[in-house]
Structures are given as C-alpha cells and as structure tokens.
C-alpha cells in the first residue's frame, strides 16, 4: 500500500501474525537483557553511515568499537567538527571510500545546524518529526537509518532491514511499504511485551544465528 495510509485493523493483524510466529520462535522463551545504548555521538554516527550494506561483525563493529577505545574524546559535534577540518574522517572511521566519509562529514554539519552537541541532543530531535524529515533529505539517509540511529540512543523504534522484511514474507504479510512494517513489528512488539529495541536486537539474533555472514548489531 504504497502512498496510501494502512487501516489500523490491518496493522494490527499484521502484528498478530508477526507476534504469533516470533512467540512459536522463542522470542519469549529468552533471558531479554535490556538492549545497551551509546552515549558517544561519535560513535552512533560512524555506527549508523558504515551500517548500511556492510558485514556488522567483521567491518562496522570493530571499527565502533575502535573509537569507543581510542577516541573518548571525540563525542561532541564540535570535537567532530574539528575533527574534519583536520581532515581526519578517513582515519576515525578507518574508512577510505569517500561516499560514506563524506556522508559522515554531511550529517555532522546537519546536526550542528539543528543544535544538536550531544546524544542528548539527537534523542530529542529524532523525537521530532520535522528532525526525522529533514534528515531523510540527505543523501543516503533514509528511514532506516535513522530509526537505527534512534535504536542506538535508546529510543523504542524497530529499523526495517532485510531480516526484517524476511520474516514478514516468512508469516505472510504481503505489504512492503517501510513504515508500515515499522508500525506492524513496533505492535507486535507491544501485543508480546517486550521492548521494540529488544524485539529487534531478538530479530538480528535470529537472522544471524541463520546467516552467519549477517553479524550482531550493536
């Protein structure tokens, strides 16, 4: 239903069937640790640029990982900003291919036009909708990225990714269109109990335990 608004009646019986398969697969029947958040910016938006169409737990991990470690410091917009005018992007990512370093270095200048300095900063603005839409104007951001991005902060959003669509086809729902997939799995989150960022970490185990090539998310 491309274009057009989705009935209520039919997100919901989406998420039943959705709610319904993910509880025949034990997603009730696991110890759910409350899902980590990251409060280094730098990290969340190395995290959400390199995420996309790349290994999780052979490429993007370590390298989140490694800037956690290294650059503690490098957690504000400003710290950042500074970062590339020193043309240092390249190496903080440990990334050499310019379309995502240059789509680091995009969002970092959209997010100092917002105000946004912090992760406190971004949680509150990715509550806003007109944030969400003006972000999706940049190139290579689209929703995904950002409800990914706002999983990573803490905010309680499911990110439709391929494993996610998957498991959609796997209980017969046949509409594709990303947000309402989104609605249907957040509700289906809600019918089960658990907490969308936990229901989709459970679908990241679960694809991975099936693809090993797919990898944890952070």
């Not at 025949?24 to 995290?47: K, M, Y």
């Not at 944030?131 to 999706?136: G, S, V």
């Not at 509409?175 to 936990?198: V, W």
Request: hydrophobic content about 50%.
């Amino acid at each position: 239903m491309r274009g057009g608004q989705p009935s209520a009646m039919a997100i919901l019986l989406a998420a039943r069937r959705i709610a319904d398969h993910a509880k025949q697969e034990g997603a009730l029947a696991e110890l759910h640790v409350p899902r980590a958040t990251c409060a280094h910016l730098g990290a969340v938006l190395a995290d959400s640029v390199l995420q996309a169409g790349l290994n999780y737990a052979t490429v993007v991990r370590p390298r989140v990982l490694a800037i956690l470690r290294t650059h503690p410091d490098l957690d504000t917009v400003s710290a950042l900003l500074a970062l590339i005018e020193r043309r240092g992007t390249s190496d903080f990512l440990n990334w050499r291919h310019h379309e995502k370093v240059g789509r680091f270095e995009v969002l970092v200048g959209f997010l100092q036009s917002w105000g946004v300095e912090d992760v406190d900063d971004l949680r509150a603005q990715l509550g806003a909708e007109a944030f969400r839409e003006a972000m999706q104007a940049l190139h290579g951001i689209g929703p995904k990225t950002i409800d990914y991005m706002a999983c990573l902060v803490g905010i309680e959003s499911i990110a439709v990714d391929r494993h996610v669509r998957t498991f959609a086809r796997k209980v017969g729902v046949e509409n594709d269109d990303y947000f309402f997939l989104r609605k249907s799995f957040c509700c289906a989150a809600d019918l089960l109990t658990l907490s969308r960022r936990e229901f989709d970490a459970w679908l990241w185990r679960r694809a991975a335990a099936a693809s090993p090539q797919l990898g944890l998310a952070f």
